[in-house]
């Protein structure tokens, strides 16, 4: 079973938008404030969230292991998923700062596997929910509009500064519910990284897989055998 590295930890959290267990988002915003629906502004009340099944670890661990992934720590998965922190120091322009909000993954009742490809420089992450709005609230948070409103940016944290672009890619992943995929080129302190990070969702799991060498193909092919495998 492999360990979360430092430089994978770092990368993800200061490298690629949103936090290390995958994406900026919440499923307990308070009502009333913000734009919690697409249907914001229309007067209507937001539609009830989906309701689901909740796999569990093991069965989510299970495909990702038949994806040839490697799982990592249990504990180490749950406190990276479950991390709710104030996000970065600072954020520029405003616009972005949604994209670089870190909030916890792993809501009551949610469960959650994760796993790497050593070889391919992938770590992907599996969650089932026991309904749908931390998904609905992922793909609100990362839709194209809100990624192209933030083509460039400039993040603080921890006295280390990121700057980069970001742009959504058309990707077609069979079976899926919802699909978003995002490249993103960063530099950090003189260390530039190129990541794909492919995110799709299926009767209440959302799988992602994050290319730390920018290869969009592998992120893409690895989430559609993930979709997939889904039971």
Same mark, same amino acid.
């Given at each position: 079973?492999?360990? !979360? $590295?430092?430089?994978?930890?770092?990368?993800?959290?200061?490298?690629?938008?949103?936090?290390?267990? +995958?994406?900026? %988002?919440?499923?307990?915003? @308070?009502?009333?404030?913000?734009?919690?629906?697409?249907?914001?502004? $229309?007067?209507?009340?937001?539609?009830?969230?989906?309701?689901?099944?909740?796999?569990?670890?093991?069965?989510?661990?299970?495909? +990702?292991?038949?994806?040839?992934?490697?799982?990592?720590?249990?504990?180490?998965?749950?406190?990276?998923?479950?991390?709710?922190?104030?996000?970065?120091?600072?954020?520029? @322009?405003?616009? %972005?700062?949604?994209?670089?909000?870190?909030?916890?993954?792993?809501?009551?009742?949610?469960?959650?596997? #994760?796993?790497?490809?050593?070889?391919? #420089?992938?770590?992907?992450?599996?969650?089932?929910?026991p309904d749908s709005s931390t998904?609905?609230?992922?793909?609100?948070?990362?839709?194209?509009?809100? !990624?192209?409103? %933030?083509?460039?940016?400039t993040a603080t944290l921890d006295?280390?500064?990121?700057?980069?672009?970001?742009?959504?890619?058309?990707?077609?992943?069979?079976?899926? /519910?919802?699909?978003?995929?995002?490249?993103?080129?960063?530099?950090?302190?003189? #260390?530039?990284?190129?990541? $794909?990070?492919?995110?799709?969702?299926? /009767?209440?799991?959302?799988?992602?897989?994050?290319?730390?060498?920018?290869?969009?193909?592998?992120?893409?092919?690895?989430?559609?055998?993930?979709?997939?495998?889904?039971?």
């Amino acid at each position: 079973m492999a360990t !979360i $590295s430092k430089r994978a930890v770092f990368a993800l959290a200061a490298l690629t938008i949103g936090s290390f267990s +995958l994406a900026a %988002c919440s499923s307990s915003a @308070p009502s009333g404030e913000g734009s919690d629906s697409g249907d914001s502004g $229309s007067g209507s009340a937001p539609a009830e969230p989906e309701s689901y099944t909740v796999l569990s670890t093991d069965e989510l661990g299970a495909v +990702l292991e038949g994806a040839g992934l490697t799982l990592l720590p249990q504990d180490q998965v749950e406190q990276a998923a479950g991390a709710a922190t104030s996000g970065y120091d600072s954020v520029e @322009p405003a616009e %972005c700062a949604p994209l670089f909000e870190q909030t916890s993954l792993l809501t009551d009742g949610a469960s959650v596997a #994760m796993g790497t490809q050593d070889e391919s #420089m992938v770590l992907a992450g599996a969650f089932s929910y026991p309904d749908s709005s931390t998904i609905d609230s992922m793909f609100e948070v990362y839709s194209p509009e809100a !990624i192209a409103a %933030c083509p460039e940016y400039t993040a603080t944290l921890d006295g280390q500064t990121a700057t980069g672009t970001v742009e959504t890619v058309d990707v077609t992943i069979p079976g899926a /519910d919802s699909v978003i995929a995002i490249n993103e080129s960063a530099s950090v302190s003189g #260390m530039d990284v190129s990541t $794909s990070r492919v995110i799709a969702s299926k /009767d209440g799991v959302l799988v992602n897989a994050t290319a730390m060498s920018g290869d969009a193909d592998a992120a893409t092919a690895l989430v559609t055998e993930l979709v997939a495998a889904l039971p």
